[in-house]
């Protein structure tokens, strides 16, 4: 029912900082949890960050200290601030919004948007 677009990608080097965004139409993001995920070539699907109705927040390991998932409800958008990047982060980024929790197989998802780190 919701649908979502990320946007913000692109290629950045190692230190940098990158801002991803979710925005949703279709419905209002109020009632959602927001994951955001990521995938590199040859690798499993990761689960990076999520942020729950509530606002509460949860991170991977890989992540945390380093990226901060914020939701502003009146935009109808979630953020993925990332900083201190390097070449490991590289993947094509994705969020996905589920009803009940953030800890959950989502169904629906975003088209992606890339993101390379390298100098």
């Known amino acids: 029912q919701v649908q979502l677009v990320e946007s913000g990608g692109g290629l950045v080097q190692p230190g940098g900082s990158l801002r991803l965004s979710c925005t949703a139409s279709?419905?209002?993001?109020?009632?959602?949890?927001i994951g955001w995920f990521r995938q590199a070539p040859g690798k499993e699907r990761e689960g990076v960050s999520c942020i729950s109705s509530r606002a509460e927040t949860f991170y991977s390991n890989s992540v945390k200290g380093r990226f901060t998932i914020s939701r502003d409800n009146a935009k109808n958008t979630v953020y993925l601030q990332m900083n201190s990047l390097n070449p490991d982060d590289t993947a094509v980024y994705y969020c996905?919004?589920?009803?009940?929790?953030?800890?959950?197989?989502?169904?629906?998802w975003g088209q992606g948007t890339q993101v390379t780190v390298s100098s």
């Open positions: 996905a919004a589920d009803r009940s929790s953030c800890f959950v197989t989502f169904k629906t």
């Open positions: 279709g419905s209002t993001l109020d009632y959602y949890h």
